[in-house]
């Protein structure tokens, strides 16, 4: 099966254009973060990856990247609104800097309205996990703002294995046997220093 793919990457998108439906049809994460937390996101994109997930990773994007550095705010919502558009879930990745952000917000809210309230058009009530907050290792263990108490919270490496079974619809057990992604007492996992494998 194909690893999950970065649907910001031009030649990722492209694969996933044309590949069959089995890619088609598995869940798309776009990736929110603050840019501080960059390193941290990458490693959690890895992890998504690799349990054959699909997400959106704005680094590659060319058209957003563009819009950066032309600073144009107009374009760079766009491509933030149509990343979202494309994406099945939402992935808010957390830590104290988030609070500064300028952007994650603004995310937040157009997700919340382009993902959750689709799904409830589409009469799918149970969605809440479609608009999650993963809370880095520096805030695992600290109340959240009220605007983040709205989604379905992530708090560690046991409760991302948990989330990933949901979205993907493929118990945690099986997924680790596979080696799709690793059990939260594992002896070096890949996330041991981004969040807390306790929770």
Known sequence: MVKGLNKAETLDKLFWLIESNNVKERPCVFLSHKKEDKN???????????AEIDYYLDELDEDLQQAAAQGNPELITESIKKGIRESTHMLVVVSEKTYRSEWVPFEIGYGHSAILDKGLEEGIKDNKIKLSVLTLKDISEKTLPDYLQVAYIIRGTKSLNDYISKIT?????????????FSNNQISHPLDNVLNWKL
Not at 40 to 50: D, H, M, N, P
Request: proline fraction near 0%; aromatic fraction near 4%.
């Open 40 to 50: 941290e996101c990458r490693k959690i994109a890895e992890y998504l990856k690799e």
């Open 169 to 181: 619809d493929i118990l945690e057990k099986s997924l680790i046997n596979e080696t799709k992604i």
